[in-house]
């Protein structure tokens, strides 16, 4: 069975910058295209980016410019750098494919605040 763990959130000030990594077990990675999703306190899940196995990405327009979406096929890892961060990114953030979900993992906070 799959295990998504996501790492990297943390306390930013405004402004700034972070790497977030999701390295997922299982062989079957790369086959499928992955999303970052994120969820603040009291929100919906929302999707942030996703990559597809040819490495095409696409982003939600409140995050186009300052976020890019890779992936390392061979480490089975996905990475979501964020810059210009701002306090409404606030949210939980976590990765996983398309439905059917694999278990979500337990996500990484990230907190923008001053």
């Known amino acids: 069975q799959v295990q998504l763990v996501e790492s990297g959130g943390g306390l930013v000030q405004p402004g700034g910058s972070l790497r977030l990594s999701c390295a997922a077990s299982g062989s079957i990675f790369s086959i499928y295209a992955m999303y970052w999703y994120r969820q603040a306190p009291g929100k919906q899940r929302d999707r942030v980016a996703v990559?597809?196995?040819?490495?095409?990405?696409n982003y939600a327009d409140f995050v186009k410019g300052r976020f890019t979406i890779s992936r390392d096929n061979a480490k089975n890892t996905v990475y979501l750098q964020m810059n210009s961060l701002q306090p409404e990114d606030t949210a939980v953030y976590s990765c996983?494919?398309?439905?059917?979900?694999?278990?979500w993992g337990q996500g990484t906070q990230v907190t923008v605040s001053s």
């Open positions: 990559i597809t196995s040819r490495g095409s990405t």
């Open positions: 996983n494919k398309d439905r059917p979900y694999y278990p």
